[in-house]
């Protein structure tokens, strides 16, 4: 099974025509189809209707305390031999 999303647009005849290259010829298909409309946005959407956490940001920008970055000793690692 496959899955094709694409946007189209409703002609003033009140019928939506569909066109989907599938590649294949000659075959039986089912086909399957959902369709919503799409509501023009007026206002950005929230942060938190983004998925956001209430105050994300507000808590987080200019939270960097070091300045400039420092990154600091890592210890030992493991060597790994090349897959090459």
């Known amino acids: ?38 509501e023009p ?6 942060p938190e209707e983004l998925g956001w956490p209430p105050g994300f940001f507000e808590q987080t920008a200019g939270s960097l305390a070091d300045d400039p970055i420092q990154r600091y000793p890592q210890g030992a690692y493991e060597a ?3 897959l090459e």
């Open 1 to 38: 099974m496959q899955s094709i999303k694409l946007c189209s647009h409703v002609g003033a005849d009140g019928i939506l025509h569909l066109e989907i290259p599938v590649g294949m010829t000659d075959k039986e298909m089912e086909v399957v189809v959902i369709y919503q409309q799409i």
């Open 41 to 46: 946005s007026t206002a950005p959407k929230t």
């Open 80 to 82: 790994r031999e090349s």
